[in-house]
């Protein structure tokens, strides 16, 4: 992805609100036409971010720059970015077609002509012709959503921006939606910053994804980066069901867990470690029969089994802590609750990370 | 700071300087009162030579003062206590409960905020006539009522607005019957609602001239005294009371919504 | 819940069942007070008031033979100037105060923070002190050797004419007067407004008066006719005004009602003024009032 001319910079930016700093120093390039994601938790500034990036918030210090270009001081309706909120803040009093023409009709584009591209717009989204004068607040969930999508359109803006818009769409129509997002990107190739709270969304969308942690980008890269090396154990946690052992170094190789009384050999050893988090993923977590199946064994009982569509999930209790492990439908497990397991895992499958 | 910050606090600063001003025109009346209640001389002349509260000394010793005030707070009372009470119910219908016909019983209640008070003051004079009801203070907590509990359903109704419904059903799922929902949770979590309508009842009945004038007969609250005076000529006796009915009014209100906010912070701790 | 005796206990589970049969009603019936109250206290009233305009001029029964003779001579006199007075007059306060109210109202919504409470309650305080009160007031500022006049001779040597007894000043004291009622409703009303629907206009290239004019304006437009509607309304009903300030130079329509009945002791006719008065407002209110769905106003449902 370096190799993209970057469009949008971002360089050592701050923003404090009276004494709480929502945004810490961060150094960001998006390149043209990159989908990228923002993640993180609520209250970690990823929507400071996004509003700075608008330019519906300016930065207290720092230099954000389109193009080269330093448009710290550039307000927003001067920009050529457009954002989605996350209310999606559609104009109520407004149909679908004086929602998607409002940017055209604020640059006094003659109304035929305004028209047409709405309709464009609405055909490009999956919009029904007919919704054209149909009030806007009589539309379902996704019909304003992609409204409100092609209102950002309508702008024609360089770079589009996304203040997790799907957060409050039901499961199903967020999948389709996530998909419809993706082929927009890939039809019209701009620019697209997406924020969410949702790894799990910005993996199926993203080209790159940023992780933030209270006001602070911990860390970026691909999906495939930040699912399978993670740099630290709030990135692991991040992505969904995860085993997490605390560690420390025993002697030259080894690692000791003293809540478990074991020792495990290490993958890949960060320099100068001394002690912190094994991880290790669910699927890379087996079940086994024999010692010898896998270089790191634990022993523990069944404690409970959920059904999860294709895959099934166990919980296996080895002392205070819960392990999860996870099987293919057809490898079911036959044992009783309670019964002794083996876990196991090899070293390569598990990764060794700070806090 | 950036040039959209800059401009951004010249439109605040503009925004503070307006709203003050529009307070200090507000309350300009009130320190003219005032000023004119601090002076030892008979007549007013500004700027005051002789400060001095004898006018307020000689306002308190007056019998006459004392029945007005009784008059006064004797009325404001009852029509706090039943206007609650009316309006209490009212706002439930206006806001809580989703019923066929609401939406015309919520215009129909909030009519007599719209009517002209002076206008209302004579149809009410025109109507205890009809029944023949003679004119004292009683006949004027009814007038009273007539525009207050309008006023105050609607303030009721603010809160009820924000009342989840669900609070009620589940106290009741968990075995309360229904009086045991309305002490245990409906009227405590409604509660800063009904302490602002008890406010808003008590003080707009002790300011209230209008529906005064017409209906108390041979009893006269202060406001009716007030513009006695003010007609008759000046008395220094006019501004000490007016500044004494804008006293009370302040302390009551920031006093009351002083202890709304001591309450939830305690709650909140 | 330790007091629960067996009894309570077995039938609680009937309860549920019995739930949804009270919420029915629970509506209507709370409404029941209110609705009797209003009835007797200002459907019965102004019943009587028109009872009243149709009886014979100069008598105080109600139980005679109708007659239209009141209106008549409501239509033959001059009441027709004072009625333009009070209209105009309150037209020219219900403009001032949406002027001067607006921006108080998005100061209070977006940009005083957590003083907006202290300043609506320094707004409210003043609601409480009957109006006469507040317009001397503003005689002892206006007055020659009051607070103003007083204070420009003394310190600038300058003297002038008294303002009182003037149009302006009835104006001013209306505006005094009446301006919480077109405060609070419009605040109502800018409050109504998202702030992300104005970011995204901003965003979308609006400027800061498009803003304004696709946004802000038709989105806090219902609180904006309510506060309208209600300080019309009580201006044009508005007496002490014009009687304390204005000395009597201007006599509005309220002000020949109070005469009928008093001085002249003529009830039927100042009923009659006042049905033609109620007329003008009942219309002017179920007009505007018919299009509003208060929930949304009120409850921002």
């Known amino acids: 992805m370096t190799t993209r001319s970057p469009v949008i910079e971002l360089r050592q930016i701050t923003k404090t609100f009276g004494n709480f700093t929502a945004v810490h120093s961060i150094d960001l390039s998006i390149g043209e036409g990159e989908f990228f994601t923002i993640v993180g938790p609520s209250g970690s500034g990823k929507t400071t971010v996004l509003r700075m990036l608008a330019g519906l918030e300016s930065p207290t210090s720092g230099d954000i720059l389109l193009r080269g270009q330093r448009i710290n001081d550039v307000p927003a309706n001067r920009r050529p970015t457009c954002m989605v909120f996350q209310s999606l803040a559609l104009f109520p009093h407004r149909t679908v077609g004086q929602n998607i023409e409002f940017p055209l009709k604020i640059r006094d584009v003659p109304p035929a002509e305004r028209r047409q591209r709405a309709l464009q717009l609405m055909a490009q989204l999956r919009l029904p012709e007919d919704y054209y004068g149909k009030n806007v607040t009589k539309c379902s969930g996704g019909e304003r959503q992609r409204v409100a999508l092609a209102r950002a359109l309508a702008y024609n803006p360089d770079t589009l921006f996304f203040d997790e818009p799907l957060s409050a769409i039901d499961y199903k129509l967020r999948k389709t939606l996530e998909k419809e997002l993706k082929d927009i990107h890939r039809e019209t190739g701009k620019t697209f910053i997406y924020i969410t709270h949702s790894l799990e969304e910005a993996m199926v969308m993203s080209d790159r994804i940023g992780v933030m942690r209270s006001g602070r980008l911990v860390q970026v890269g691909t999906p495939n980066e930040i699912y399978t090396s993670p740099n630290s154990k709030f990135v692991s946690e991040f992505i969904g069901d995860v085993n997490i052992i605390p560690v420390r170094l025993n002697g030259g190789s080894k690692l000791q867990s003293d809540d478990l009384g074991a020792e495990f050999t290490a993958p890949g050893m960060p320099s100068g470690f001394s002690a912190g988090h094994l991880v290790v993923r669910p699927e890379s977590l087996r079940i086994i029969d024999r010692r010898e199946d896998a270089e790191n064994v634990l022993t523990g009982k069944l404690y409970n089994e959920y059904a999860l569509g294709s895959r099934i999930q166990y919980q296996v209790r080895v002392g205070e802590q819960v392990f999860i492990v996870e099987r293919l439908r057809q490898q079911a497990l036959n044992k009783q609750r309670d019964s002794e397991v083996m876990i196991g895992w090899n070293a390569r499958d598990s990764i060794l990370v700070g806090d | 700071m950036s040039p959209a910050e800059r401009s951004q606090r010249w439109r605040a600063a503009l925004l503070w300087a307006w709203a003050l001003s529009v307070v200090v025109f507000m309350y300009l009346p009130a320190v003219c009162l005032l000023l004119a209640s601090s002076t030892s001389s008979r007549y007013f002349i500004f700027p005051i030579t002789r400060w001095g509260f004898d006018w307020w000394q000689k306002t308190f010793d007056s019998i006459q003062i004392h029945e007005l005030f009784k008059t006064s707070i004797s009325i404001a009372l009852l029509v706090t206590v039943i206007a609650v009470t009316i309006a209490f119910f009212g706002a439930l219908a206006f806001a809580r409960y989703d019923w066929k016909g609401r939406s015309l019983y919520q215009k129909i209640v909030l009519l007599p905020i719209f009517f002209p008070q002076s206008v209302l003051g004579l149809a009410l004079l025109l109507w205890f006539n009809a029944l023949g009801l003679p004119l004292s203070w009683k006949t004027a907590v009814f007038a009273h009522l007539v525009w207050i509990v309008p006023v105050v359903t609607l303030v009721i109704s603010i809160q009820v607005y924000s009342f989840d419904p669900a609070l009620e059903e589940a106290a009741f799922d968990l075995g309360a019957t229904r009086w045991q929902v309305m002490k245990e949770v409906t009227l405590p979590v409604l509660f800063p609602g009904i302490f602002s309508g008890c406010l808003f009842a008590f003080l707009l009945s002790w300011g209230n001239f209008p529906l005064s004038l017409f209906t108390t007969g041979a009893d006269t609250t202060v406001p009716e005294y007030l513009y006695a005076k003010m007609v008759a000529g000046y008395t220094p006796g006019v501004p000490v009371l007016g500044t004494v009915s804008t006293i009370t009014a302040a302390i009551l209100l920031l006093g009351g919504y002083g202890l709304i906010v001591l309450r939830r912070r305690a709650r909140l701790k | ?301």
């Not at chain 3, 500022?141 to 008294?162: A, D, H, Q, R």
């Not at chain 3, 006719?225 to 006599?251: H, M, N, R």
Request: with cysteine; charged share 10%.
């Open chain 3, 1 to 301: 819940m330790a007091e629960v005796s067996a009894q309570d206990a077995i039938a609680a589970p009937a309860r549920p069942a019995k739930a949804p049969v009270w919420r029915l009603r629970a509506g209507p019936a709370n409404a029941v007070p209110i609705i009797l109250f209003l009835l007797i206290g200002f459907a019965a009233p102004l019943a009587a008031v028109i009872g009243y305009s149709v009886m014979p001029p100069r008598t105080f029964s109600l139980w005679q033979a109708p007659t239209l003779d009141n209106y008549e001579s409501v239509f033959n006199s001059t009441s027709y100037i004072s009625f333009l007075w009070s209209l105009g007059l309150a037209a020219v306060t219900v403009l001032l105060l949406a002027l001067i109210c607006y921006p108080v109202a998005y100061g209070l919504t977006r940009v005083f923070g957590r003083w907006a409470t202290l300043l609506t309650l320094l707004f409210t305080i003043p609601l409480f002190v009957s109006e006469n009160v507040r317009l001397y007031g503003w005689i002892l500022f206006f007055i020659k050797n009051g607070v103003l006049l007083g204070t420009l001779k003394s310190w600038f040597g300058v003297e002038l004419e008294s303002w009182l007894f003037t149009e302006g000043i009835i104006v001013l004291g209306m505006v005094y007067v009446y301006l919480p009622f077109m405060l609070f409703p419009m605040t109502l009303g800018v409050s109504m407004v998202p702030t992300e629907t104005r970011d995204a206009a901003f965003d979308l290239g609006a400027t800061r008066w498009q803003v304004f004019k696709e946004v802000d304006l038709p989105l806090s437009m219902p609180g904006i006719i309510i506060g309208f509607l209600l300080s019309f309304v009580l201006a044009v009903g508005a007496i002490a005004e014009a009687k304390v300030l204005g000395g009597q130079q201007v006599i509005p329509i309220t002000h020949d009602i109070e005469i009928a009945f008093t001085y002249a002791q003529n009830w039927p006719l100042g009923s009659a003024l006042a049905v033609l008065l109620m007329l003008v407002v009942g219309a002017l209110v179920l007009l505007v009032l018919r299009r509003f769905d208060l929930d949304i106003i009120l409850g921002r449902r």
